[in-house]
């Protein structure tokens, strides 16, 4: 912290040549305070996560039976690999039941699932469009209606039909509900990391969020945060929550929220672990965290003031506060104030202040990198046999993730004044979990 040197060189005196200077220095080192308080317990989060993991309790566990929920709107390319790699689980066949939503398809999506043995309804609306309103429908359909009534299981899993599982996922993430949790989030690992340098910044920052975000939370008995696919939430917390009746942008935050205002606890299963699909160009990427991104205002506008109240008395309320806003606050801020002190320096011809400003703007930029930089390597060095790509693209990827979450500034703030609609991604890889687990082969495709 420059402000606290400061103090302590000058015996408790700052030395400033002149309140323009004043204005910047102590704007600077008061962002850098809030950006610190704001997210210390992250980095302490890191620390943890990386010398860590979560083990479950070693006792004697019921299988329950489990409904694997999968959301598809024309999926046919992938979705049989999903279903392959459900029925190839370790978890007795007996006690799994797959349902499909078919959503708005104008494919061959649903056939496909019932000729693999899955219970299909197919939905059709294009004014009610996302994944909220076609999980909504599908729960509905299932706890009320009587053709289902024999069907309902004891909880649910939900997955994305681009992911596959390991052979041991439901088993897993069975433990993790037997020890009391109603809601669980899982390992998400990428099925197409190595594809470019937007695919493994997803793929590190999704490994960053199973490893040092939700494991740390599941260590020190705080809140985990379900992140879009594969997790498990039990039928009557569905029934509680009319049927999944969260319908912003990202219902998954939305649905995080809600059970940490309630005080209770989202687990979180690291042995149970997916591969998804990343979106592979920056246009599919940009659409998708700018839908993200407008989601975090949606359920900020929603239940913000409420996180705030609880923060108080209940962390977890503290931790997704400071993850749907606060970080675009200070870096706007940030991006607006001192680019405006460059220009007003250069305006009345003082260059030094002027460059003190535009200096003062890359090294935030600068330490922000380093940070991030940080996070991957760490990431890299406790998942590295994980990571299913060649060395060589791990390492090369490292550097460039930083970038990647860079992107996340004009994406933000372009969510902030845009309409932003729910479009689904066309998933295309195509690849098996025997696939992913046999490395050599991995590493020629990829």
Not at 111 to 137: P, S
Not at 140 to 164: F, G, M, Q, R, S
Not at 391 to 401: E, P
Not at 434 to 442: A, I, M, T
Request: aromatic share 16%; charged share 20%.
């Amino acid at each position: 912290m420059q402000l606290i040197y400061d103090l302590i060189v000058n015996k408790g005196h700052l030395i400033l040549p002149n309140a323009f200077y004043g204005f910047i220095y102590f704007f600077t080192q008061i962002i850098t305070l809030i950006f610190f308080f704001m997210y210390l317990h992250q980095f302490i989060y890191l620390i943890i996560g990386t010398f860590k993991r979560v083990k479950i309790k070693d006792k004697q566990f019921n299988f329950h039976t489990i409904g694997i929920v999968i959301s598809a709107r024309n999926e046919s390319k992938v979705i049989g690999n999903l279903i392959q790699s459900i029925h190839a689980s370790d978890y007795p066949q007996a006690m799994i039941r797959i349902f499909v939503v078919a959503d708005n398809c104008t494919d061959n999506t649903a056939q496909i699932c019932r000729d693999m043995g899955c219970t299909v309804i197919e939905r059709f609306n294009t004014e009610l469009v996302g994944k909220g309103y076609a999980l909504n429908y599908l729960f509905t359909k299932l706890h009320t209606e009587d053709e289902y009534k024999d069907l309902i299981p004891e909880a649910y899993i939900v997955l994305d039909a681009d992911n596959v599982i390991k052979p041991n996922f439901i088993t897993e993430m069975n433990k993790v509900y037997d020890n009391g949790y109603d809601m669980i989030t899982s390992y998400r690992n990428s099925k197409n990391f190595g594809k470019n340098w937007i695919t493994s910044g997803y793929g590190y920052w999704f490994l960053h969020e199973a490893v040092h975000l939700n494991n740390s939370r599941m260590l020190i008995n705080s809140s985990c945060a379900i992140s879009g696919t594969g997790f498990l939430i039990s039928s009557a917390l569905v029934k509680e929550f009319n049927n999944w009746e969260f319908f912003t942008l990202t219902e998954d935050i939305q649905c995080s929220t809600e059970y940490a205002l309630t005080g209770r606890k989202v687990g979180y299963c690291g042995t149970a672990e997916l591969y998804d699909e990343q979106p592979e160009t920056f246009k599919q990427s940009w659409r998708q965290r700018e839908r993200w991104a407008k989601g975090f205002y949606q359920v900020f506008g929603r239940s913000g003031a409420k996180l705030i109240k609880g923060a108080f008395t209940n962390f977890s309320c503290w931790d997704i506060l400071t993850t749907i806003f606060p970080a675009l606050i200070i870096t706007m801020t940030m991006l607006i104030v001192l680019p405006v002190c460059s220009i007003v320096g250069l305006c009345i011809h003082d260059f030094a202040n002027a460059w003190f400003a535009l200096k003062s703007l890359l090294l935030n930029f600068g330490y922000l990198y380093i940070i991030m930089f940080v996070i991957a390597l760490l990431v890299l060095i406790t998942e590295w046999k994980k990571i299913k790509t060649p060395g060589y693209k791990k390492i090369f990827y490292l550097f460039t993730f930083p970038l990647f979450m860079f992107t996340y500034v004009p994406i933000s703030i372009a969510a902030l004044f845009k309409k932003v609609e729910w479009k689904p991604i066309e998933h295309k890889a195509a690849v098996s979990i025997d696939e992913l687990n046999d490395n050599k082969d991995n590493k020629k495709k990829q």
